[in-house]
């Protein structure tokens, strides 16, 4: 039995974390959520869930997922999907230039977001090996 990717979720949009939960329904991911918005407190969970992904809302109340992924990447290279109502533009060229490994504009469906995570675990593996 393969071993189920990890994935932690980070938004206050209980709705959206609740439509991200639906991706354990096919046994291949596991995940994790928090309405953290506090830097020391996300580190900490990465540790602890040993995320394979981290998938970031862009707007969060008191740090948004732009900051948030710029303080991620000194201590991790874990591969980020970020989520925004943004729609193409200036906010999706900032938030992939920030490090972060894929980009989806609600609405999205979880299609699409299963490719985007194996997308970035695909660039992931090659950037390290």
């Not at 991911?29 to 990465?46: P, Q």
């Not at 201590?75 to 230039?97: C, E, H, N, Y």
């Not at 979880?110 to 995570?117: A, G, P, Q, T």
Request: net charge neutral.
């Amino acid at each position: 039995m393969a071993t189920k990717k990890k994935i932690l979720v980070i938004s206050e949009n209980l709705i959206l974390v609740r439509f991200l939960e639906q991706l354990e329904g096919d046994d291949e991911y596991e995940v994790a959520s928090a309405r953290e918005t506090d830097i020391s407190a996300i580190k900490s969970l990465l540790q602890k869930v040993h995320a394979d992904f981290l998938i970031l809302d862009i707007m969060m109340p008191s740090l948004d997922g732009i900051k948030t992924c710029l303080k991620i990447r000194p201590f991790s290279d874990v591969p980020i999907v970020m989520l925004t109502a943004w729609g193409a533009g200036q906010g999706k060229v900032r938030g992939i230039d920030l490090a972060s490994d894929g980009y989806l504009t609600k609405p999205f469906g979880i299609n699409e977001l299963k490719m985007r995570l194996i997308d970035a675990c695909r660039r992931n593996s090659a950037a390290a090996g």
